[in-house]
């Protein structure tokens, strides 16, 4: 069985507020992508990478990263949405791929216990996506910036990468967003799109996306308790 990972890159990091994409800023002295393609390859499960990124971040990114990551194979080209981006990337892949994961390029601190739940899961079900349950109350505000009522939060989760499944069925579930031009927000709305089940598998507080100045602070804070407990410290476990 072959499991190859896709990682979309390309993002501006506008909410950022910075020049540079949000995944080349600097995390305990390092980029961020290069944190999270090291999660990536300490799950043995996981034979390749695929990394995509804008046009312009192509080559520097080749440079940079593939000598320091034995497991990217292509550094390719992104596309407009997210969407566009993670097809380039499934459009790539190696024919002898099984199992194909998504992951953000920003979120650094996935853990191998939680990729291999999700491989597991797509084995069985087909499409698998992580997620943790919505413990906050949740309004409905209306254009005014007025409450217009209170959602009930229970059975609602919060989604989170990676999300995992049968390379055939992303490919098809993107054949049929393609054909109907449907885009959905995440890999698995394509799934549900398609007619077909997901599996949720129960995520981490610690598997932030950093997307805000207020992340990029969580995170190093995440990155030093995890240095502080030695090299086989890993988010998710942490005390």
């Not at 596309?79 to 199992?99: H, P």
Request: overall charge negative; aromatic content about 4%; charged content about 25%.
């Amino acid at each position: 069985m072959k499991v190859s990972a896709i990682i979309p890159a390309a993002g501006l990091g506008l909410r950022m507020g910075s020049d540079i994409p949000k995944q080349f800023l600097l995390l305990d002295g390092k980029p961020i992508l290069h944190h999270t393609l090291s999660a990536l390859e300490r799950c043995s499960a996981v034979d390749e990478i695929v990394l995509v990124v804008s046009e312009k971040e192509v080559e520097p990114t080749r440079k940079q990263m593939t000598d320091a990551h034995p497991k990217v194979a292509k550094v390719i080209v992104g596309g407009k949405e997210r969407q566009d981006s993670v097809g380039n990337g499934l459009q790539s892949l190696d024919l002898a791929t099984d199992i194909v994961i998504v992951h953000d390029g920003v979120r650094p601190f996935v853990s191998p216990d939680l990729i291999n739940a999700t491989i597991e899961a797509a084995l069985e079900c087909g499409a698998a996506i992580t997620a943790i349950p919505v413990t906050d109350t949740l309004k409905k505000v209306n254009a005014d910036g007025r409450v217009d009522r209170t959602v009930d939060r229970e059975g609602l989760w919060r989604v989170q990468t990676p999300q995992t499944f049968r390379v055939s069925l992303l490919k098809e579930a993107f054949a049929k967003a393609r054909a109907d031009r449907f885009y959905g927000t995440d890999e698995g709305a394509l799934i549900e799109y398609l007619g077909k089940e997901v599996k949720v598998i129960a995520g981490s507080e610690f598997n932030i996306k950093i997307t805000q100045t207020e992340d990029l602070a969580l995170a190093e804070t995440i990155a030093a308790q995890v240095k502080a407990n030695g090299p086989g410290a890993r988010a998710g476990s942490l005390s």
